[in-house]
């Protein structure tokens, strides 16, 4: 069963910035989210700091979304792009 997401308005907004590549990359890196996210090739990895509780997959070395898991099953993509994501 693939992982339910949900995106924020935040991510929305910062996904049609993206350059088209990364676009695409974000696109197919997506499916292997919702197959696994714990997939070795996203390199998934729990935050710490202000976004404790909150986790983080690569796109690219340079591109990466945060999200988080929720109770009901859903996951929740808040951003995505280079690392001042997460400042």
Same mark, same amino acid.
């Given at each position: 069963?693939?992982?339910? $997401?949900?995106?924020?308005s935040k991510f929305e907004r910062m996904y049609k910035k993206l350059?088209?590549?990364?676009?695409? $990359?974000?696109? @197919?890196? @997506?499916?292997?989210?919702?197959?696994?996210?714990?997939?070795?090739?996203? @390199?998934?990895?729990?935050l710490s700091g202000r976004l404790g509780g909150r986790w983080a997959?690569?796109?690219?070395?340079?591109?990466?979304?945060?999200?988080?898991?929720?109770?009901?099953?859903?996951?929740?993509?808040?951003?995505?792009?280079?690392?001042? $994501?997460?400042?």
């Amino acid at each position: 069963m693939d992982t339910e $997401i949900e995106y924020s308005s935040k991510f929305e907004r910062m996904y049609k910035k993206l350059p088209i590549k990364i676009k695409e $990359i974000s696109f @197919e890196r @997506e499916k292997f989210f919702r197959k696994n996210p714990f997939d070795p090739s996203l @390199e998934t990895h729990k935050l710490s700091g202000r976004l404790g509780g909150r986790w983080a997959f690569s796109i690219t070395h340079k591109y990466r979304v945060y999200f988080s898991f929720h109770d009901n099953g859903v996951v929740r993509f808040h951003a995505i792009g280079n690392h001042d $994501i997460y400042k």
